[in-house]
Every structure is written in structure tokens, then in C-alpha cells.
């Protein structure tokens, strides 16, 4: 076991004042907040995801013991390589794993965490670009790839729900980057001009889709759909994927479970992908980012990023539980 070479620090912290009630705030913290082994990082950029927000509700699903520190992203540079392959002043990416759940996160400014969840960072782009992707990139980037490796462009129209938030914008950034013809799902019909900019050739209500008629079969829509809310949502949309079509499903906030039938599967031979981004093989993420910093860069994406500072993540934290964050929200820690 080693020393933390680091003393005192800023970190978002949550602590549970009764049973239905959890305090945010900004604090300065010690080493002691930290695991006492692992590659020492300081966090110069973060990311807030709606899984920040459940931890930070107090969600004992994502984060059992609490005071604890939120944050399922981080980038920053190596203080202490611990033994490591890594090398004092490496820039690195660390996404998922434990990072922000039971484990201190990226909104503190220094994190300890296993050599294995780490990523270089790739030679293109800065931090502060790879935050601004996040897991909500990763995610997107992941559900693009398994659509692409079945359906091609020339295909017909990709649906992406939950289109306003985090994957959803970056998921119809990238799918118009590569040359699909893009269709937005939201709630937030009012911000068409934000999904517009980002390459949505049209945008639909999402209550049209949680509408749809209750059969078993519906006419064919959608090449592929890139779905982020689960719940009736996709179920209904499985009925209505062309023969041979994608979707993949990466969230829940339309609900856990989903209700289908066999018929869009053996009768039309559509494909559905769930995605994780949390635990799968560091390789794998480090595809998806080497993408996102080459072939797959994003310059749109400026447009839909809100960068703020630790002290201001407290009302970014409460605006995104209530659903009403656009975009993307980047955290600049101290320089």
C-alpha cells in the first residue's frame, strides 16, 4: 500500500441526511475520501450523465454508501503512476467501472483509481474534448457502431429518441457525420432548431411514438433506431423497424421493462442491440475513443456543450434529474 501523494481537495460531495433525503454540495475533502491504492489521477475535465444524477439522489441501485463523491467521467493527468505502466504527467480518460458509483469520481479533483479502467488519451483531440463525449459518447458511439455493422445509409431513416439529451444529441451528430438520414425523437419539440444544427433532418413528437396503435405488427418506419429511453417507447418502435433492421437500447428513463412480440424478430428478421458502456473491455472503449478522435471527429458538437464550473454542478445536477438539461454539460475543474 502506498502513501496518496495529495492533500487537501475539492470534490462534489453527497450525504445522506435521512432516509429520503441526500445534501449536495461542494466541499474540501482529503486523501482519506480516496481508495488507498491505484494510479493517482488529477481531474482537470469531467462530465455530468443522468447516472451522476441517481448517485447523487441518492440511488442505492447505483451508489450504496454514502458521503460519497459522484462522477462516472474523468480526464486529467497521472500524479502517481503507483507502479503502473503509466508515467507521471500522462494525460489519461477514465469511463465506467465502478468510477463515480462505490468508488470516489471525477468531480473531485483528484481520483485513485485501477490501472486497468485507465485509456491514454488519444493524439488528436484535448481532455476537454473528450469529456464533452463522456459515456454519453461512448454510448453513442457504441449503438452507432452495432446499427453500422447492419445497415447502411443507403437504407432508409435512422430514428434516435430521447434526441435532446446526452447520447441522443451526439447519436444524431455522429449518425449525420457518416451520412444517415436522421430522424429526432423528443419531448422537447421546441428545441428542433438545436437538433437541426446537429444534423436531424426532421424531428418527431415523442408522444406520436408512445402512441402508436397496440398490435403486434405496425408498417414498416425505421432502417435502424437508436434508442436511449427504453419502456413503451421501444416496444412499440420494434413493431415498426423495416425487414432486416437495427435497433439498439442503452436507457430506461421510459421505463425497465418492454412488451413485444415474436413477429417484428421472425417475420421482418430485425436485430436488437443492448448497449453497456460501462464494464465491456477497456480495448473496446479505447476503439470507440481512437474513432471519436479520427474518422469519427465531431466539429458540430460545440454548438449542444454547456462547460460550467464544480461550484455550479449542484443546479446542472438538479436540472438534469428533472429532464430538462439540452446537450451536454462539461465540468472545468482548476487549471
Same mark, same amino acid.
Not at 439522489?57 to 486529467?76: E, Y
Not at 430514428?159 to 419531448?187: E, F, I, M, P
Not at 444534423?199 to 403486434?216: N, T
Given at each position: 500500500?502506498?502513501?496518496?501523494?495529495?492533500?487537501?481537495?475539492?470534490?462534489?460531495?453527497?450525504?445522506?441526511?435521512?432516509?429520503?433525503?441526500?445534501?449536495?454540495?461542494?466541499?474540501?475533502?482529503?486523501?482519506?475520501?480516496?481508495?488507498s491504492? +491505484?494510479? @493517482?489521477?488529477?481531474? &482537470?475535465? $469531467?462530465? =455530468?450523465?443522468?447516472?451522476?444524477?441517481? #448517485?447523487? /439522489?441518492?440511488?442505492k441501485?447505483?451508489?450504496?454508501?454514502?458521503?460519497?463523491?459522484p462522477?462516472?467521467?474523468?480526464?486529467?493527468?497521472?500524479?502517481?503512476?503507483?507502479?503502473?505502466?503509466?508515467?507521471?504527467?500522462?494525460?489519461v480518460?477514465?469511463?465506467?467501472?465502478?468510477?463515480?458509483?462505490n468508488?470516489?469520481?471525477?468531480?473531485?479533483?483528484?481520483?485513485?483509481?485501477?490501472?486497468?479502467?485507465?485509456?491514454?488519451?488519444?493524439?488528436?483531440?484535448?481532455?476537454?474534448?473528450?469529456?464533452?463525449?463522456?459515456?454519453?459518447?461512448?454510448?453513442?458511439?457504441?449503438?452507432?457502431?452495432?446499427?453500422a455493422?447492419?445497415?447502411s445509409?443507403?437504407?432508409?431513416?435512422?430514428l434516435?429518441?430521447?434526441?435532446?439529451?446526452?447520447? +441522443?444529441? @451526439?447519436?444524431?451528430? &455522429?449518425? $449525420?457525420? =457518416?451520412?444517415?438520414?436522421v430522424?429526432? #425523437?423528443? /419531448?422537447?419539440?421546441?428545441?428542433?432548431?438545436?437538433?437541426?444544427?446537429?444534423?436531424a433532418r426532421r424531428?418527431?413528437?415523442?408522444?406520436?411514438?408512445?402512441?402508436?396503435?397496440?398490435?403486434?405488427?405496425?408498417?414498416?418506419?425505421?432502417?435502424?433506431?437508436?434508442?436511449?429511453?427504453?419502456?413503451t417507447?421501444?416496444?412499440?418502435?420494434?413493431?415498426?423497424?423495416?425487414?432486416?433492421?437495427?435497433?439498439?437500447?442503452?436507457?430506461?428513463?421510459?421505463?425497465?421493462?418492454?412488451?413485444?412480440?415474436?413477429?417484428?424478430?421472425?417475420?421482418r428478421?430485425?436485430?436488437?442491440?443492448?448497449?453497456?458502456?460501462?464494464?465491456?473491455?477497456?480495448?473496446?472503449?479505447?476503439?470507440?475513443?481512437?474513432?471519436?478522435?479520427?474518422a469519427?471527429?465531431?466539429?458540430?458538437?460545440?454548438?449542444?456543450?454547456?462547460?460550467?464550473?464544480?461550484?455550479?454542478?449542484?443546479?446542472?445536477?438538479?436540472?438534469?434529474?428533472?429532464?430538462?438539461?439540452?446537450?451536454?454539460?462539461?465540468?472545468?475543474?482548476?487549471q
Amino acid at each position: 500500500m502506498t502513501e496518496l501523494s495529495v492533500g487537501a481537495f475539492n470534490a462534489l460531495r453527497v450525504k445522506e441526511k435521512s432516509s429520503d433525503f441526500y445534501q449536495v454540495s461542494v466541499e474540501t475533502v482529503g486523501p482519506e475520501t480516496l481508495p488507498s491504492e +491505484g494510479v @493517482l489521477v488529477r481531474v &482537470l475535465w $469531467s462530465s =455530468l450523465n443522468f447516472k451522476d444524477s441517481l #448517485s447523487a /439522489s441518492g440511488h442505492k441501485g447505483v451508489t450504496r454508501t454514502f458521503p460519497h463523491t459522484p462522477g462516472i467521467d474523468a480526464a486529467g493527468v497521472v500524479v502517481d503512476p503507483a507502479g503502473s505502466s503509466f508515467s507521471k504527467g500522462d494525460e489519461v480518460l477514465v469511463t465506467g467501472y465502478d468510477l463515480g458509483m462505490n468508488t470516489a469520481g471525477g468531480f473531485g479533483e483528484f481520483i485513485r483509481v485501477p490501472a486497468q479502467w485507465i485509456i491514454p488519451k488519444p493524439a488528436h483531440h484535448d481532455l476537454r474534448y473528450f469529456m464533452v463525449l463522456g459515456t454519453a459518447g461512448l454510448t453513442a458511439g457504441l449503438s452507432v457502431e452495432r446499427l453500422a455493422s447492419l445497415v447502411s445509409p443507403d437504407q432508409g431513416e435512422v430514428l434516435v429518441t430521447g434526441a435532446t439529451g446526452g447520447v +441522443g444529441s @451526439l447519436a444524431v451528430a &455522429l449518425l $449525420s457525420q =457518416l451520412g444517415y438520414t436522421v430522424v429526432a #425523437s423528443t /419531448s422537447k419539440v421546441d428545441h428542433s432548431d438545436f437538433l437541426a444544427r446537429l444534423g436531424a433532418r426532421r424531428v418527431v413528437e415523442r408522444q406520436f411514438v408512445d402512441e402508436l396503435p397496440a398490435k403486434p405488427m405496425l408498417r414498416s418506419e425505421w432502417a435502424g433506431i437508436i434508442d436511449t429511453v427504453g419502456g413503451t417507447t421501444l416496444s412499440n418502435l420494434l413493431k415498426t423497424l423495416a425487414p432486416g433492421g437495427v435497433a439498439t437500447t442503452c436507457g430506461m428513463v421510459a421505463g425497465t421493462e418492454i412488451n413485444t412480440s415474436i413477429f417484428p424478430f421472425i417475420l421482418r428478421g430485425v436485430t436488437l442491440f443492448g448497449i453497456d458502456s460501462v464494464e465491456i473491455p477497456l480495448a473496446r472503449k479505447a476503439k470507440i475513443w481512437s474513432l471519436f478522435d479520427q474518422a469519427w471527429a465531431l466539429p458540430k458538437i460545440e454548438s449542444i456543450i454547456q462547460e460550467i464550473s464544480l461550484d455550479e454542478l449542484p443546479n446542472a445536477i438538479e436540472k438534469i434529474r428533472l429532464g430538462k438539461q439540452l446537450g451536454r454539460v462539461v465540468i472545468r475543474h482548476r487549471q
